[in-house]
């Protein structure tokens, strides 16, 4: 009788083990993957500027936006530190930040 209370906690601790890599999977913060549903490549040329406008991008030199996995990759580098930051195209909230 004392068996099956240790076979229900085995069982409980391996299907939690085996649900953490798919919540992981879909995680967006440091380590995880970031996504954005986005729209159109004419439409996040479009975001594209506006966000380039929003974080005053002109002024720093060296800095790229590209598109990845949906989302608007913002790379620069100021005092010799590169950041990488991810953006929503729709809200332009950081999503990830290297």
Known sequence: MTKLPLIAF???VAAAGLA???LA???TSAGGVPYCASGTDSTLDLQKD???SQLRLDTKPGSVINVWNG???VITTE???TTTAFYD???FKIVAEI
Do not use: F, R, V
Request: charged residues 15%.
């Open 10 to 12: 085995a069982t409980i």
């Open 20 to 22: 953490m890599p798919a």
């Open 25 to 27: 999977a879909t995680s």
């Open 50 to 52: 506006e966000l380039a």
């Open 71 to 73: 989302c608007l990759k």
């Open 79 to 81: 005092n010799g530190m």
């Open 89 to 91: 195209p729709d809200t």
